[in-house]
């Protein structure tokens, strides 16, 4: 059944979002507009666009997805997904824009060996560009399926296209409105519906926890932690992934250079931790609304009792029971343009990496036209979407908060050990940063796929190789070690330059003088 209410309100939105591109393609014309929006963003405006970033649709419909199906674990990923934010607060976001120019490679190789470093930088914000747009895509399919009756490959090709348009035209200016204009839609509705939720019960969660544990085929279960991540190895690994992936995301560091200062990357980050922590709390009592209200209905199950388009859709199937076809519409055109502004955020940062930090500074030595340059990021950014039309077709059978946690482990392994010790280790060498974060990244990146998520889910072995779902704890571990102790080997002339240079560096990032 088409629903037309969703398709109004999804067909205004694409249009809303494409004439903000026109208008920010006049704008985007030199290298400063097109990555950080000229750096003219205000910290609440920023706030919300990395609000509206980071509130992706695995957040939105995977977290409500996870609770649904296995109750209080859901809460896990929340608590582990907004964890993060303090160490961005405290450790990074000031030295970050004191520092950088558009990527955070321009940090982390302040000091450092240009090329080693922006090459292993471009490599891992690529590898969890890739693995964040999967979910994305898988998410936008499902929707797009079970909104308008289209094919899911049609509807992974429609998101790819209008994600390319939105980043090769209108730049970092278009994604920053798209993000913010999604991120307040996006809190409005889900504000809604957990009160619409909370109504049902007289607001009072231990009727809602109590009716939810009733009707739950796990019962009480959903009330215990250990369901979905069964041993203590997983769920280390699993929170140190959303811990520091968090402060490894390209796309969300990327938006420290659109405004002016460090303070105002300093409260960049105070709104958009409050925003963010709001909106969790707010998919939790989702999920348990979900239960409570749609797992009994046959309108919404299909023939074996399960979900239809799968848990992902929990959210989804609520809004239809709470506020009838014109809400479902509303959520609906407001998950998809939560996907549409995210995938622009990580196309971007993709883009970014190829063109400032492999094309601008590793080929060219920083010797580069900025046409050229923008040209680049342009041809990278179409090139990129292609990539994640193609990974979306495949990976559609994975959940998508799922697949976040992967990317945020390879963000966690390979970025964030690198961004932080150049920042904050005065003995860190190139040497040492090009094999930790190298091995970090390897070894994040293989046991993925030797793990149950690729070889079993996947390819379809029977076995794991590698039987943790989470490699965290284990590539973390490795990229801080191999970091550590072949910077303290080194012993060459060019080890004691980068050294004596971090004196100057800690100033710099201290007090933003260039």
């Known amino acids: 059944m088409i629903n037309y209410p969703a398709i109004t309100m999804f067909l205004i939105f694409v249009f809303a979002t494409l004439v903000i591109t026109f208008w920010a393609s006049k704008k985007s014309k030199s290298r400063s507009h097109f990555y950080a929006a000229g750096g003219k963003v205000t910290s609440m405006q920023n706030g919300l666009a990395i609000a509206g970033d980071y509130m992706s649709a695995a957040s939105f419909l995977g977290i409500s997805g996870l609770v649904y199906l296995s109750g209080y674990d859901g809460l896990i990923y929340s608590i582990g997904f907004l964890v993060g934010w303090p160490i961005i607060l405290f450790l990074l976001a000031e030295r970050l824009r004191n520092l950088g120019d558009y990527t955070f490679a321009d940090a982390a190789a302040h000091r450092l060996d240009q090329t080693k470093i922006r090459c292993l930088a471009a490599l891992g914000s690529l590898i969890t560009v890739a693995l964040y747009l999967i979910a994305q895509m898988v998410g936008a399919g499902k929707l797009i399926q079970l909104l308008f009756g289209l094919p899911y490959e049609l509807a992974v090709i429609i998101v790819g ?67 979905l991540v069964s041993d203590p190895v997983s769920a280390i690994s699993l929170g140190i992934a959303l811990m520091f992936g968090t402060a490894g995301l390209p796309h969300i560091l990327m938006r420290f250079f659109t405004v002016k200062n460090a303070k105002d ?28 209200l749609i797992s009994t209905n046959p309108k919404f199950l299909n023939t074996e009792g399960g979900l239809l388009g799968g848990n992902n859709m929990a959210a989804i199937h609520l809004a239809s029971a709470i506020g009838g076809d014109m809400f479902l519409g509303f ?38 036209e900025e046409k050229d340059e923008l040209l ?43 961004l932080f010790l150049s920042m904050y280790w005065k003995r860190l060498t190139s040497q040492g940063a090009l094999i930790g974060g190298g091995a ?66 800690l100033l710099r990032s201290q007090i933003g003088m260039k």
């Open 161 to 227: 296209v209008l994600m390319i348009m939105y980043v090769s035209f209108g730049g970092m200016l278009a994604t920053t409105w798209v993000q913010i204009i999604k991120a307040v839609l996006l809190l409005s509705g889900a504000t809604f519906m957990t009160i619409a939720v909370m109504w049902n019960v007289d607001f009072n969660f231990e009727i809602l926890f109590q009716k939810a544990i009733n009707v739950h085929p796990k019962n009480f279960e959903i009330m215990q932690p250990g369901g």
């Open 265 to 292: 990357a300093r409260k960049s980050v105070f709104f958009a931790t409050g925003f963010i922590g709001y909106f969790y709390i707010l998919t939790f009592i989702i999920g348990f609304g979900a239960i409570m």
């Open 331 to 368: 959520i609906s055109a407001v998950a998809f343009a939560t996907i549409l502004a995210v995938v622009s955020g990580l196309t971007l940062a993709g883009a970014s990496a190829v063109s400032h930090d492999l094309y601008a500074s590793v080929i060219k030595k920083g010797v580069v």
């Open 376 to 418: 680049v990021s342009r041809l990278s950014a179409v090139t990129l979407g292609c990539i994640a039309i193609f990974l979306g077709i495949i990976f559609e059978k994975q959940n998508v908060a799922f697949m976040v946690g992967l990317a945020f482990a390879v963000a966690a392994s390979a970025n964030f050990p690198i």
């Open 440 to 505: 970090g990244l390897f070894i994040a990146t293989i046991l993925v796929i030797l793990g149950p998520a690729v070889w079993v889910d996947i390819f379809g072995n029977e076995k794991a190789i590698f039987p943790y779902k989470y490699p965290a704890l284990f590539s973390v571990t490795t990229a801080f070690i191999f970091t550590w102790f072949f910077s303290k080997i080194d012993k060459s002339k060019k080890s004691q330059k980068e050294i004596n240079k971090f004196d100057n560096q």
